[in-house]
């Protein structure tokens, strides 16, 4: 009869070693389980935290750019205004005899002349623009050689110097038109150059 109990005495024995087993890794596992929760509640403060800091620095952001925008230039005129104005139309009545002495010098020159005055142009632009200082003017070229800015600002002069002699009815012919395009070239370049420098970065 003893051995009897011993032996169920020593099964009851090793299933609670079992279950106490089973329940060991249960609570390793919990534990495990709740560690890792803890450290998902951590990094989810930590976003949190971020998100908010950033969104701070989105309104710090936005309002400093508010500061800087300020009014609508056209609602409030400056004393800048009336000069540029001041200046543009001084500008504008010169370039008008300019214009006529231009157009009356361009059937005295050759061909030759005329030509070369293309190209010098051209050249007047990128020296006005990126030897002065003025203003930082980052280059970026076409073909490797040509700055985009300068051939842009002498294109539109062109365009600009063509629809005012055609405006104006100054040119019979295609000769005469290149003529003139040739001398006012140089002019308009200078003009067109230095209403870039004149803008704001």
Do not use: C, W
Request: hydrophobic fraction near 45%; aromatic fraction near 8%.
């Amino acid at each position: 009869m003893p051995k009897k109990r011993v032996k169920k005495f020593s099964k009851k024995i090793s299933k609670l070693e079992v279950i106490n087993e089973k329940l060991d890794k249960i609570l390793a596992k919990e534990n495990k389980e709740l560690k890792e929760e803890s450290k998902i509640e951590k990094d989810e403060k930590i976003i949190k935290n971020l998100e908010k800091k950033q969104i701070e620095e989105l309104e710090q952001l936005e309002s400093e750019l508010r500061k800087e925008i300020g009014e609508h230039p056209l609602r409030k005129v400056t004393q800048k205004d009336i000069s540029k104005g001041l200046i543009g139309a001084f500008i504008a009545i010169i370039s008008h005899f300019a214009f006529v002495k231009g157009v009356e010098i361009s059937h005295t020159l050759s061909l030759t002349r005329i030509s070369m005055m293309y190209p010098l142009s051209f050249i007047i632009g990128a020296v006005f623009l990126y030897t002065t200082g003025y203003r930082k003017i980052k280059q970026i070229k076409i073909l490797k050689f040509l700055p985009v800015r300068v051939f842009v600002i002498y294109l539109v002069s062109l365009v600009a110097i063509v629809l005012v002699l055609t405006l104006f009815n100054q040119f019979n012919s295609t000769e005469e038109l290149f003529r003139q395009v040739g001398v006012l070239s140089l002019l308009a370049i200078v003009g067109a150059s230095a209403a870039d420098l004149i803008g704001r970065d």
